[in-house]
C-alpha cells in the first residue's frame, strides 16, 4: 500500500509514491502547461502517477490515496480551489475532478501547509508536536501546525505570515494592505532593496543584472559583502520580530525556515534568530529550535501524500 | 454537586459557588491581605468558600472541585506560581497548598486564562470554538482558546498579546522590550498619552487631575471632546493591527475586549473594529464578531469554576 503525493505548481507538477512510514519510493515531474487548461493539467497529473506506479511494478489499486497541495487559496471541506492565479484557477473543484480522474480519494491544500506537514513528518519538523514554517519566496508563505494538525482558523486559508502588518506605512503590497511582512523579507523584497541601495550610490562587489536573485546577495553576503549583508540583515531583523509575536501568541515548539533562501543556512538563519531572541527578550524562558527545512522540494510531495493518510484514517474514524 | 470559583487579585479575593452549568449560585468577596502571607491568604480563601457553602446550605462535601485564577505566571501541570508580584509570590506550589487547605481537587491558571474560558462558558463567547480574549487594563492580558481549550504553548504563559513589538523603535515596555503593544494600548498608555497632549499645549474638555483614568478619556471621547478621541484612536489603532496579525496567524472564531474600557462600549469598539478590518482588508473574507466581554467581575469567578470542572473530567476520561 502506498500513497501519491503530488506537488501542483505554477511551472512543474511534481508527484511521487510514499509508503504509510512517509518514505518516498520514487518521484517524477513534468511541466504543469497550465495555459492548455484544468482537464489537460489533470491529465499530466494522472499518466505521471501511472508511469510512477508502473516503474515500481504497482498497480494504481495499490495507491490508496491521493494528496495534491497547490499555490492559491483552497477551501479543504469542499476541496475546491478558490484561488490560483498561477493556474489560472478559481473556485475550481479540485478534489472531485482529480479524484474522477486518478479513481482515488483525494485531498487537497494550500502548498504551505502542505510543505509543513511534509517536514513535521519527515523533515526538520520530526519529533514536534506544533511547528510553524514559513517559506521565503517570490512571497512568503506559512504553515501553522497546533496538535499535529494543520490550523486552518476562521477564513479556512490558515496562517498567512507573510501578511501581519509590521509597520503601519510600509511598502505598499499586493493584497492592497501595506507593511505586510512579505514587503519587507521576501526573496523579491531583498532584491529590491538591494537594488535601491545601488541605485542609491552604495557599492557591493555584487552586481546588478536581469538574473540577480535573493541567492546571489545571499552568496555576497556569506562572503562579507558590506551592502548584502544589510538587505539580508534587514530582512532577518523583520521576520525575527513576526516571528516572535508569532510565539506570544501560540508558541510553537519549532521555528522552520523553507524556501530558497533558507537554503543558504547560516547567513540567514543566523540573524532570524538572533532578532527572534532580541524581541522575545525575557519571553523566552527556554531554547526555541529555528531550523531550516529539511525535504527541499520533497516536501511537497511528502506532505501531500500525508495529506492523504489523515484523509484515509479520518475515513476510517467513521 | 457544585464548583468552588476563585478570582484571585493583588486587592480582593471573589470566589462563588457555580452549578455544573455554569450558573453562579453566590458569590462573596473578602480583602486578599497578601501582605500577611501566603498562609494568610488561603486561610481567607477557605473561609470565604465555608461561608458561601454555609449560606447555599450546602456541606463543603457537596464543592467537587475549585479553580483559581491568580495575577501572575503559573506553571499548570504543577499548580506552580511562577511569578505574582502584586502577591508577593514566587514559586509558591498553589495548587497543593489549597488544595491541602480545603481538601479539594485544585486546578491554577493565571487570570487572563480564567476570564477567557469564563466568557467561552458564559459570557461573549457562548457557542465559540475558538477566540481570542483580550483584556485592556493597567497593562494588555489575554487568553487564546482553540478547540476550545487554552492555548498555552511551548513556554507555558500563554498567549502575551500585551507584549507583540508593533513598532521596532517604539515605547520601552517594563518588561525590557520596545514597542509592546501595552505600551500604546494599554489603559495606562492611553492616560500616559493625553497628559503628553496636554503638556505639549492642546486642549481639551477634560482636565488632568491624580485620579484620571482611561474611563474619564473614554467618557470624555464620547462626548465629543477631540483630544480624548485622539488618544483613543490611537490606542484603537494598534490594537486593531495586532488583532489582524492574530486573526492572519490563528483565526479565532471571535475576538473578546475585556477589561474597564471595554465597558465603556462603542467609543473604544467602534475604532478598533474599524482598524481591525482596515488591518486585515481582502483576507477578511467574512464577518469576524469583536465583542464587549459580557461577565465582568464574574468572568474571573466562573471561567475559575470551569477550570475545576475540565479537571474533574480529565481525572475521569483516566
Redesign the interface.
Known amino acids: 500500500m502506498c500513497l501519491l503525493g503530488i506537488d501542483l505548481g505554477g511551472t512543474t507538477i511534481k508527484a511521487g509514491l510514499v509508503d504509510i512510514k512517509g518514505r518516498l519510493l520514487v518521484k517524477g515531474q513534468v511541466p504543469t502547461g497550465a495555459a492548455e487548461g484544468a482537464g489537460a493539467v489533470l491529465e499530466r497529473i494522472a499518466t505521471l502517477a501511472g508511469d510512477l506506479a508502473r516503474g515500481q511494478g504497482l498497480a494504481m489499486q495499490d495507491i490508496k490515496g491521493a494528496g495534491i497541495g497547490i499555490p492559491g487559496s483552497v477551501e479543504v471541506e469542499k476541496g475546491l480551489v478558490h484561488l490560483a492565479p498561477n493556474l489560472f484557477w478559481r473556485d475550481y473543484p479540485l478534489r472531485a475532478e482529480l479524484a474522477a480522474r486518478l479513481n482515488l480519494p483525494v485531498a487537497v491544500d494550500n502548498d504551505a501547509h502542505v510543505a509543513a506537514l511534509g517536514e513535521m513528518w519527515q523533515g526538520a519538523g520530526q519529533g514536534f508536536n506544533?511547528l510553524l514554517m514559513v517559506t521565503i519566496g517570490t512571497g512568503i508563505g506559512s504553515g501553522?501546525i497546533?496538535?499535529g494538525h494543520i490550523?486552518?482558523?476562521?477564513?479556512?486559508?490558515?496562517?498567512?505570515?507573510g501578511?501581519?502588518?509590521m509597520v503601519?506605512e510600509g511598502p505598499q503590497c499586493h493584497?492592497?494592505?501595506r507593511g505586510c511582512l512579505e514587503t519587507l523579507a521576501s526573496a523579491t523584497a531583498m532584491v529590491r532593496r538591494f537594488r535601491e541601495y545601488l541605485a542609491a550610490g552604495q557599492s557591493s562587489r555584487l552586481q546588478d543584472g536581469p538574473d540577480l536573485g535573493a541567492r546571489e546577495i545571499l552568496t555576497a553576503a556569506a562572503a562579507g559583502d558590506e551592502l548584502a549583508t544589510r538587505v539580508v540583515d534587514f530582512a532577518a531583523?523583520y521576520l525575527g520580530?513576526a516571528l516572535?509575536?508569532?510565539?506570544?501568541?501560540?508558541?510553537?515548539?519549532a521555528i522552520i525556515i523553507g524556501g530558497g533562501p533558507a537554503q543558504a543556512g547560516e547567513v540567514i538563519l543566523a540573524p532570524i534568530r538572533k532578532y527572534l531572541a532580541e524581541?522575545l527578550?525575557?519571553?523566552?524562558?527556554?531554547p526555541?529550535p529555528v531550523l531550516a527545512a529539511r525535504l527541499g522540494n520533497e516536501a511537497g510531495i511528502i506532505g501531500a501524500a500525508r495529506l492523504a493518510l489523515e484523509l484515509l484514517e479520518h475515513r476510517e474514524s467513521f
Do not use: T
Not at 151 to 161: D, L, P, Q, S, T
Not at 245 to 250: F, S, T, Y
Not at 281 to 286: F, N, R, V
Open positions: 506544533s501553522l497546533i496538535d490550523r486552518r482558523g476562521v477564513f479556512g486559508y490558515g496562517a498567512e505570515m501578511h501581519v502588518k503601519r493584497c492592497g494592505g531583523s520580530m516572535a509575536n508569532a510565539v506570544l501568541l501560540v508558541g510553537p515548539e524581541s527578550g525575557a519571553w523566552q524562558i527556554k526555541l
